[in-house]
T-cell receptor, first 112, second 110 residues
Framework: DTAVSQTPKYLVTQMGNDKSIKCEQN?????MYWYKQDSKKFLKIMFS???????INETVPNRFSPKSPDKAHLNLHINSLELGDSAVYFC???????????FGPGTRLTVT | QKEVEQDPGPLSVPEGAIVSLNCTYS??????FMWYRQYSRKGPELLMY????GNKEDGRFTAQVDKSSKYISLFIRDSQPSDSATYLC??????????FGTGTRLKVLA
């Protein structure tokens, strides 16, 4: 049983397109996150959601819009994709009173 | 200066060696410290989690935090080829914002 799952695993698209990545966790956690990992493996937080409410937005361009329909899901929609958006995007989750995060397998986004 | 500094390696050691991985940080507000292991093309996997200063041991892994020096370490005893991966340190002050190091690539040679 996958704890944190993401779809799709790979995404290849052209500049200017709009795409979405989906994340689901079955751990019963109430906090979810999106991270971006660049080609040098640097992992940077983008958003944190607690109980479907946005609590951290790390100066991410407005083209990125997260949406949490319920506590188990956190989706990421990206408008007008740019070359610099190419990276691996990870979803993670944790309990609100714990700092132990569990990561999904990642979505490798390539913008051409 | 980055908030968290970590030597990217690569670090190559023979099987059975003791491995020492380190991170330094600049923000004295950090209270919670984590180590993650990431295999190639996989998500980070939580290895160790410590609060404030001190040591924590779990099997072959020991995590140390020295808040006075703003320095954290992960020791791996009796290293195995299966330990070959990138090791990421992470920390937070207790908010939902986590700062990660750039990761150290470890290779354990059989």
């Amino acid at each position: 049983d996958t704890a944190v799952s993401q779809t799709p695993k790979y995404l290849v698209t052209q500049m200017g397109n709009d795409k979405s990545i989906k994340c689901e966790q079955n751990l019963g956690h109430d906090t979810m996150y999106w991270y971006k990992q660049d080609s040098k493996k640097f992992l940077k937080i983008m958003f944190s959601y607690n109980n479907k409410e946005l609590i951290i937005n790390e100066t991410v361009p407005n083209r990125f819009s997260p949406k949490s329909p319920d506590k188990a899901h956190l989706n990421l929609h990206i408008n007008s994709l740019e070359l610099g958006d190419s990276a691996v995007y990870f979803c993670a989750s944790s309990q609100a009173d714990s700092y132990e995060q569990y990561f999904g397998p990642g979505t490798r986004l390539t913008v051409t | 200066q980055k908030e968290v500094e970590q030597d990217p390696g690569p670090l190559s050691v023979p099987e059975g060696a003791i491995v020492s991985l380190n991170c330094t940080y600049s923000n004295s507000a950090f209270q919670y410290f984590m180590w993650y292991r990431q295999y190639s093309r996989k998500g980070p996997e939580l290895l160790m989690y410590t609060y404030s200063s001190g040591n924590k041991e779990d099997g072959r892994f020991t995590a140390q935090v020295d808040k006075s020096s703003k320095y954290i370490s992960l020791f791996i005893r009796d290293s195995q080829p299966s330990d070959s991966a990138t090791y990421l340190c992470a920390m937070t002050s207790g908010t939902y914002k986590y700062i990660f190091g750039t990761g150290t690539r470890l290779k354990v040679l059989a």
